[in-house]
C-alpha cells in the first residue's frame, strides 16, 4: 500500500542533517525513493522548502537542494489547497494542513516534527510514527533510533 504525505520542512531539514541513514527522519524520506510515500505538495510549500533550505544556518550545498526538491516534484503529486478555514498559532504551517486535507479521503498523513504545531488529529504524525505505520502494513520489525 503506497500513502500519501505532506512533510513538513522540519522533516526535510532533519534528513538532510543527519549524519545516520537509520534516523526515522532519513527512513521517511527514503520512503519516497522506494514509492512507498508519494508527497504531497503547492508551490507555496516548494518555496518555504527553498526558503528555509537556503539559509545560512545550514551546511546544504545548492546541489542537495535541488536533489530534494527534485524528489519532490518528480515522485510527488502537486495539490491545489482549498482553505480550512482553521487558525493555527503560526499561520504559515497552515498550507501544510490544507494540502493534506484535500487527499484525507486517500488516507494522507501529515509528518512533521512539530506535533504540537498542528491540531491533534491521528494523520498528522512524526517520522517515526508514519515509519511505523509503513511497518505494520508491511510487517517488518520496529524502526529503531531517533527522529
Not at 49 to 70: D, G
Not at 71 to 91: A, C, K, Q, Y
Not at 102 to 115: C, S, V
Given at each position: 500500500m503506497r500513502y500519501y504525505a505532506v512533510f513538513d520542512t522540519n522533516v526535510?531539514?532533519?534528513?538532510?542533517?543527519?549524519?545516520?541513514?537509520?534516523?526515522?527522519?532519513?527512513?521517511?524520506?527514503?520512503?519516497?525513493?522506494?514509492?512507498?510515500?508519494?508527497?504531497?505538495?503547492?508551490?507555496?510549500?516548494?518555496?518555504?522548502?527553498?526558503?528555509?533550505?537556503?539559509?545560512?544556518?545550514?551546511?546544504?550545498?545548492?546541489?542537495?537542494?535541488?536533489?530534494i526538491l527534485k524528489m519532490i516534484r518528480d515522485f510527488g503529486l502537486p495539490v491545489t489547497?482549498?482553505?480550512?478555514?482553521e487558525i493555527f498559532t503560526d499561520m504559515d504551517d497552515l498550507i501544510f494542513y490544507e494540502v493534506v486535507m484535500e487527499k484525507r479521503n486517500d488516507n494522507a498523513y501529515l509528518i512533521t516534527g512539530n506535533i504540537r504545531h498542528f491540531p491533534v488529529r491521528s494523520y498528522i504524525v512524526t517520522p517515526l510514527e508514519m515509519m511505523e505505520i509503513l511497518r505494520k502494513q508491511k510487517n517488518s520489525p520496529p524502526v529503531q533510533g531517533n527522529e
Amino acid at each position: 500500500m503506497r500513502y500519501y504525505a505532506v512533510f513538513d520542512t522540519n522533516v526535510l531539514v532533519s534528513s538532510m542533517l543527519t549524519k545516520r541513514n537509520d534516523t526515522a527522519t532519513a527512513l521517511v524520506i527514503d520512503s519516497i525513493y522506494s514509492g512507498d510515500i508519494i508527497p504531497l505538495y503547492c508551490n507555496e510549500i516548494l518555496r518555504e522548502y527553498e526558503e528555509v533550505l537556503r539559509r545560512k544556518k545550514f551546511p546544504f550545498t545548492e546541489e542537495s537542494i535541488q536533489n530534494i526538491l527534485k524528489m519532490i516534484r518528480d515522485f510527488g503529486l502537486p495539490v491545489t489547497p482549498s482553505p480550512t478555514g482553521e487558525i493555527f498559532t503560526d499561520m504559515d504551517d497552515l498550507i501544510f494542513y490544507e494540502v493534506v486535507m484535500e487527499k484525507r479521503n486517500d488516507n494522507a498523513y501529515l509528518i512533521t516534527g512539530n506535533i504540537r504545531h498542528f491540531p491533534v488529529r491521528s494523520y498528522i504524525v512524526t517520522p517515526l510514527e508514519m515509519m511505523e505505520i509503513l511497518r505494520k502494513q508491511k510487517n517488518s520489525p520496529p524502526v529503531q533510533g531517533n527522529e
